[in-house]
């Protein structure tokens, strides 16, 4: 509880704001208003809330996403560019959608399939502890600062009921020769 000055000093802010001048008149209470719940909130298109656990990583953690967090802007309209680790049998099988297929370490050969350094990019494999946190440590040491690791990996996003893309298995899609 604030001290009686401050509460004092709050009351003739209060009703100055609410346009009433006389230092003498009460302060009309206002009636407080229930927070909205996640079953009363109105949908933009964005997934329902959800309990948060705090183990989620948020956007400003420096080197890992949250599979909440990461879905938040996927399903915001504003996407990270996301990078699929897994051999091109597992992105085949299963990704999320519009990853860029780069199994292993392929990727540092070439950054041409990268967006511009100011881009947001999840890295991701299948639990998230198959180098897809070197793989973003990399990125960030070649200037892509806004690279993450999605922590649990596809396996937190397929769990967490996000969409996903079954697309061929690009090695298949090869002329045989």
């Not at 346009?19 to 719940?37: H, L, M, N, Q």
């Not at 991701?124 to 999605?150: F, K, M």
């Not at 396996?155 to 893309?165: C, F, K, L, S, T």
Request: glycine share 12%.
């Amino acid at each position: 509880m604030a001290p009686p000055r401050i509460r004092s000093r709050l009351r003739r802010l209060a009703a100055r704001v609410m346009g009433d001048t006389s230092k003498d008149s009460p302060v009309p209470s206002v009636p407080r208003r229930e927070a909205a719940t996640p079953s009363t909130a109105p949908m933009t298109g964005l997934p329902p809330l959800q309990p948060g656990r705090g183990e989620t990583p948020g956007p400003n953690h420096k080197s890992d996403i949250g599979q909440e967090w990461a879905s938040a802007q996927f399903h915001s309209g504003v996407p990270p560019f996301f990078i699929d680790i897994r051999s091109a049998e597992l992105h085949g099988a299963g990704h999320i959608p519009g990853a860029l297929s780069a199994p292993g370490d392929s990727l540092r050969q070439t950054s041409a399939d990268l967006p511009d350094k100011a881009e947001h990019i999840t890295v991701y494999d299948v639990d998230g502890e198959q180098g897809s946190d070197d793989l973003a440590t990399w990125l960030r040491d070649q200037g892509w600062i806004e690279a993450r690791r999605l922590q649990g990996g596809f396996d937190a996003w397929a769990g967490g009921g996000d969409d996903i893309e079954v697309g061929p298995n690009p090695e298949s899609d090869a002329p045989a020769g």
